[in-house]
């Protein structure tokens, strides 16, 4: 071999290994550590004697995964709930996209060494590869709606070598994007929550809802607009379920004032409880948030069509630039009507385990979906969380696909309040006793909702990793007892 030979085998190599470390072989199974392999941080994971190593960080919104729950072969974020394979790096519960990189691992003399290639090392997610449409190819999959269901159904197709055409239809101005920023966010750029809904939001019915300056939050246009018009204006949210008061705590530093009206005594009260429902009030009346619970809005007022005050039906009169109503969603299934296509009473599409509506080869997925439950024993739910409509688009992309697959997610939500996330995992309701650990005055607790002598979900706040280990527990088949809640020793959080 010439020198020229070499000096090209020697770049060669060097593109291929850029990042070694080597480690000592002591972790026990079950057990992760994030290591560094130069400038790239990565979570090394023993499963069954064997060492694996993966990204480090959530291809969701980068969280760390060395502090989310290990259980058999994936992690779950601490965060959102994503889950990852810990040999593989693909993902396998979400919310998200996208897997996360995986890496060479030896073990050789007791020691552990971890290589990253050069094309690796400043990668933190990995997109699975997709097939290509083939021309001549008659098939074709039409999906409806250009939320989550859609885009992972669509993206399940193609890397599963689905080589027909698939169409999209959306009434959006922009591709499919991450919704639930909205609340959190109004005044991000497009381009930061593009993902690569199934529902509409429920409006108004009292006089004067149709004045100008009163808003739903829908849309990227809706989120600018509520945004730029309550900039330095009295606000009135009305709702006190997640979407106004992540509304009104979002406008909290940005308008003249805040007020929200509930018609509960406290926010979340029938999903959360109304000891936690008190403490998420108090976190917004910290912020100058003024409520008004146990009431409700019987007309918006206005002057040359623009809202003037919104009218209380305790009498109060609020003065108001913008109204934004969060008072919940209906399933986007008018288009059906008159067909054979079954929905239940709220609206929702009627789907079997494998997403499948009485009628062939039609599918549903997302907010517009009831689907059976399965840590419910199967009972038939319409959950909207965001994380939820990935795992239906992926199911109903893999049965369309003959690839027989069952539904299983657990529901998994989040909520930022004041800068604080509530976490929430599991479906409470009819819940009728309340555990918590911690204390929820000093907004450090864990949660868990009793039904049947059995914990049937499960919510904290500062207390991570603990929902997503319920969550993992859950996924898993375990039923967790009250017994076990009860107990000063959590422990079994991580079996």
């Known amino acids: 071999m010439n020198k020229q030979q070499e000096a090209g085998q020697s770049e060669k190599q060097e593109e291929e290994v850029t990042g070694l470390v080597c480690l000592e072989a002591d972790l026990q199974d079950g057990q992760m550590r994030e290591v560094a392999v130069d400038d790239q941080k990565v979570l090394l994971v023993r499963i069954q004697g064997q060492y694996s190593a993966v990204g480090s960080r959530c291809s969701h919104y980068s969280a760390p995964l060395i502090k989310g729950a290990l259980v058999g072969d994936r992690v779950r974020c601490p965060f959102h709930g994503a889950c990852f394979n810990v040999r593989t790096g693909d993902i396998e519960e979400y919310p998200g996209l996208d897997s996360i990189p995986s890496y060479k691992v030896k073990v050789e003399d007791g020691k552990v060494y971890v290589t990253i290639n050069k094309k690796s090392l400043t990668l933190t997610k990995r997109v699975k590869e997709m097939f290509a449409i083939q021309p001549g190819t008659k098939h074709t999959v039409l999906l409806i ?6 885009l992972v159904c669509a993206e399940t197709l193609r890397q599963n070598c689905y080589p027909g055409h698939i169409v999209i239809v959306t009434k959006d101005s922009l591709p499919p994007i991450d919704k639930p920023k909205l609340s959190k966010a109004m005044n991000l750029e497009s381009s930061s929550i593009l993902l690569r809904s199934g529902c509409r939001a429920r409006p108004l019915s009292c006089p004067g809802s149709d004045l100008k300056g009163v808003h739903l939050l829908q849309s990227y246009d809706d ?39 509930g018609s509960a005594s406290y926010p979340f009260e029938k999903s959360l409880g109304p000891e936690i429902g008190k403490m ?40 108001a630039d913008v109204v934004i109503a969060g008072i919940g969603v209906i399933p986007n299934s008018d288009f059906l009507a008159g067909s054979k296509v079954a929905v239940d009473s709220g609206k929702a599409v009627i789907v079997d385990k494998y997403m499948r509506t009485n009628i062939p080869d039609i599918f549903s997925a997302g907010d517009v ?62 819940y009728t006793e309340i555990l918590v650990k911690g204390k929820v005055e000093e907004r450090k607790f864990l ?27 859950m996924a898993e088949g375990k039923n967790i007892t009250k017994k076990q809640a009860q107990s000063d020793d959590l422990s079994w959080l991580q079996m």
């Open 280 to 319: 998420t009030m108090a976190m917004l009346e910290e912020k100058n948030v003024k409520f008004f619970m146990n009431d409700r809005v019987t007309e918006i007022r206005g002057e040359n069509g623009k809202v003037k005050n919104v009218v209380l039906s305790s009498g109060a009169v609020l003065e």
């Open 369 to 430: 979906a009831s689907f059976p439950l399965s840590i419910r024993g199967d009972q038939q739910v319409n959950i909207g969380h965001w994380q939820m409509s990935h795992s239906h688009g992926k199911v109903a992309a893999l049965n369309m696909l003959k690839k027989p697959t069952k539904i299983e997610s657990v529901p998994f939500f989040w909520s930022a309040l004041a800068g604080k996330s509530i976490r929430y995992t599991g479906y409470g309701e009819g």
């Open 145 to 150: 709606g250009g939320g989550p269901a859609s």
């Open 447 to 473: 949660a868990f909702y009793i039904k049947d002598e059995e914990v049937v979900a499960a919510a904290s706040l500062m207390f991570d990793p603990a929902v997503a280990q319920v969550a993992e527990l």
């Open 223 to 261: 989120a600018k607009e509520i945004h730029s018009s309550s900039v330095g204006q009295r606000a009135v949210v009305i709702g006190a379920s997640f979407i106004g008061m992540e509304v009104a705590s979002y406008l909290s530093d940005k308008a003249t004032s805040v007020a929200l009206v």
